[in-house]
Nanobody
């Protein structure tokens, strides 16, 4: 079992950057793709960004140009930056990873962007 814990966010306003971090622990050997998804109120969970074990990234079309994902394999961490936050970025952000065909999810961190 892989344990994922999100951190960061805090009090952000529209126009601010959002910085999130996720730490993987426990069974971290051979973790493959890591990424972030989000779920707004009343909406389906959607991909924000992902990064493979060799650093290939993928971003949601709606966020391209504002989002960046990075990874520190030595620390088993993945990071997310969303610049120029908008009110519609309000969501619960989830860290996730894949390992040997299984998907693991963090508990999520709430990111409200007040109007």
């Amino acid at each position: 079992q892989v344990r994922l814990v999100e951190s960061g966010g805090g009090s952000v306003q529209a126009g601010d950057p959002l910085r999130l971090a996720c730490t993987a622990s426990d069974d971290v050997f051979e973790i493959g793709r890591m990424g972030w998804s989000r779920q707004g109120s009343g909406k389906e969970r959607e991909l924000v960004a992902s990064i493979t074990a060799v650093g290939v990234t993928n971003y949601a079309d709606s966020l391209k140009g504002r989002v960046a994902i990075s990874r520190d394999k030595d620390k088993n961490m993945v990071y997310l930056v969303i610049n120029h936050l908008k009110i519609e970025d309000t969501a619960v952000y989830f860290c996730n990873c894949r390992k040997l065909g299984y998907a693991y999810w963090g508990q999520g961190t709430q990111v409200p962007v007040p109007s």
